[in-house]
Nanobody, 116 residues
């Protein structure tokens, strides 16, 4: 019943930009901390950015200043604007909805490939 559906990934050249979207259903969206994670080949899944119900944001050091997370509770949607992309940003990007120690939901991911 709970669904997180990501979109917006693709192939982009270094220095390019994308806007990733995650549409949530089946949850009271405003109650959840929303996050974007990524997993590159051969590497652990890592937190990229998160935004709390109060719209406090956190970013991984590797993306700070380049990526922006935002949410619209009325639309049950969270976005990740990714700018100045580097080859090291290549990964599957996953949307996460979390209430700590209670529930943890994941989308199926959207591929971002940064290559010239």
């Amino acid at each position: 019943q709970v669904q997180l559906v990501e979109s917006g990934g693709g192939l982009v050249q270094p220095g390019g930009s994308l806007r990733l979207s995650c549409a949530a259903s089946g949850i009271i969206f405003a109650m959840y901390k929303m996050g974007w994670y990524r997993q590159a080949p051969g590497k652990q899944r890592e937190l990229v950015a998160a935004i709390t119900s109060g719209e406090t944001t956190i970013y991984a050091d590797s993306v700070k200043g380049r990526f922006t997370i935002s949410r619209d509770n009325a639309k049950n949607t969270v976005w990740l604007q990714v700018n100045s992309l580097k080859p090291e940003d290549t990964a599957v990007y996953y949307c996460n909805a979390n209430i700590r120690t209670v529930v943890d939901y994941w989308g199926q991911g959207t591929q971002v490939t940064v290559s010239s």
